[in-house]
């Protein structure tokens, strides 16, 4: 039965006997709340610690939120959870999301989610129109070793060019822990390796067309608020507002603006790249980027902001040349697309992480240095890092797990392992743990991801609310931009400096309202850090649960576009009221979310993470020093996670409580633990 925001129904599709079924959406709402949370839910009920990743007996739940489906700013988003092969040593729960429009298709073709299981006996895909699903050949089909673009204009071409997709590349057929599953020509579902679990079921795509639609509870009360966030988040062409500070602001589409170092803008000065934006189903903010060379010299792609930096500085270095810098790192971005290769895990020269790293091409140009990585040890020219030679030879074999390329495709601690434990790398080979460490800093046994871990050179003092927020999370938490937009990011946007007296006098009125304390932003930020930690958590969730772009989230708080700086705060509660017609208020929403937030953490917990998971590395305390010498101090952030789990009511070794649990009404779950050990 359709209820308010959804369609009443969740498909599951077996594929080791081709047979399909429905589970009832309200069996987890309002509970769960959706996205996110019901497929946390569903992953408590089906996958048992025992479970590996890749065997048959994993699950791939995609789940949609109330959202979705209708005229919400910012809506199209899919959320997918399951047992990740990235996650290392130990296999654990992760989530991943990805924008695009295949999440409200999915709503338009009748279903709020879908729990893929079984393991098909050849190779295949799935077409889903509506309520038919067809388990079709993708080897008679042509399908199977196609990259992720072929792949999806060959299921255009069959099944009609409004069917929405989620594919896998080579790297997904050959089971890399760090392969994605992509959606057009940039949205993918990038961290956790489920592209390697998709291709361990023999699964190749899912293609949805839908026809149906979403009722909401107040259509025309969502219609006003869908104007209201559009004003809040970006300006029409030609529009113009007094914004900020009474500054003016005009949007004025620059074809020649490409953002985010993408060394391009010569070449299109020149007419010889067309750039253009692009976006997801209802984003207000068209932040994708196309790329098209008109010589055909290039495949066409989408750039976003990570896969515009992941060929940055090294080829550079190596042409010397910012036009064929330019066409070097938009063919590195679309090879990560066909292929199917997460890009972080990958990449190259980023702010975000201490000098000179943001993945596997940094980090080889280090060793390549250090005279660990050679030609002859590698198979690769690793002496020209930053050429089109080096990385069309570097994508291929990892994405079809060719000689030391094999390595590389199991994940960045695995191969820095290796190369530690081999001597055809060298006396020096060592080091690799030294870089192991420091790049994947988390001390414990779920450590597979890397993370945006230098926080001081971004948030100063308020470094001890980040780490905590960061230091639990199953994966990194960034994607979701939450502690970033409450501290930093939009401040850049309105011109407010980091740490200005205006910046305490806007920030102390935000975090007394929200909060009731002002303590976390004052140097050095360790007390209350708590506080703010569990805020942040409940924003990771609501964003995931009722399944809402972080990009356009950012400006809930701090907004460019009025006179005051502030945004609107409260707009996940007014939008899941119109949707869903529950009346809640903003601080009441946050707090349902902690539901899902505490199953996510006794799953973990269930599959053997506890507190000492949660402490980083000593490498990690001297990259958080900030441009004043502020840096996290080792002691202070073990007190201060254990005053956090006390907050949250989780024991002293980072497991919820039974009276915690039965207070979010998850008796069974305290039970189940208790039966195990676990409590």
Known sequence: MAINGFTGKILRINLTNSTVSTVETSDY?????????????????????????????????????????????????????????????????????????????????????????????????????????????????????????????????????????????????????????????????????????????????????????????????????????????ALRFGETVKGFQGKEISYVFQRASIGDGLALGELVEEGKVEMGYAACDQCPMMRRRTVKFLDNSMPPGSLQCLEALVYRASEQEYYGNEKQTGKVQELCAVLFQQYGLNAWELGDESFYIYPGFSGFLATFKRLYKEGVLTPENTGWPVDKIGSQEFIEVFTHDIAYGKGFGAICAQGGPRVLEYIASHEEFGPKRGIALTHKRRLYPKAGNFSGYGTHHNLGHLFNMTQYSSALYWGIANRDPMTKHTDLCVYKERFDGLGVELESDLWYEMMRKMMQKWIGTTKPIEPPGYEDAEIVARWLWQMNFEEDCLMMCDGTARQRFWCPYTEDGIGDPEEGAKLYKAVTGHNVTQQELWKKCEVPWTLERAIACREGRRASDDIYNDEFYPDTRDNKGRQIEKEMMKSGMQKFYALIGWNSDGVPTRARLEELGMKDVADDLENRGVL
Request: hydrophobic share 35%.
């Open 29 to 233: 709402i309002p509970q769960y709340i959706g996205g996110r949370g019901i497929a946390t839910r569903i992953y408590w009920e089906e996958i048992g610690p025992e479970v590996e990743a890749l065997s048959p007996e994993n699950k791939l739940i995609f789940m949609t939120g109330p959202l979705q489906g209708t005229v919400c700013p910012a809506s199209g988003r899919l959320v997918l959870v399951s047992k990740a092969p990235q996650t290392y040593p130990i296999q654990s729960i992760a989530d991943s999301n990805c924008g695009g429009f295949v999440g409200n298709e999915l709503k338009f073709a009748g279903w709020d989610g879908l729990i893929v299981e079984g393991k098909a006996p050849k190779p295949t895909y799935i077409y889903i129109k509506d309520d038919q699903v067809l388990f079709l050949d993708a080897r008679t089909s042509r399908l199977w070793g196609l990259n992720t673009y072929a792949t999806q204009e060959k299921i255009w071409k069959k099944h009609g060019s409004k069917t929405k997709m989620l594919v896998i590349g080579q790297a997904g057929e050959h089971l890399s822990p760090i392969s994605t599953i992509s959606t057009e020509s940039g949205s993918t579902f990038g961290q956790g390796g489920f592209g390697a679990v998709m291709g361990s079921k023999n699964l190749k795509a899912i293609a949805v067309r839908g026809t149906g639609f979403v009722q909401v509870a107040e259509p025309k009360e969502l219609l006003t608020l869908k104007e209201h966030f559009r004003k809040l988040k």
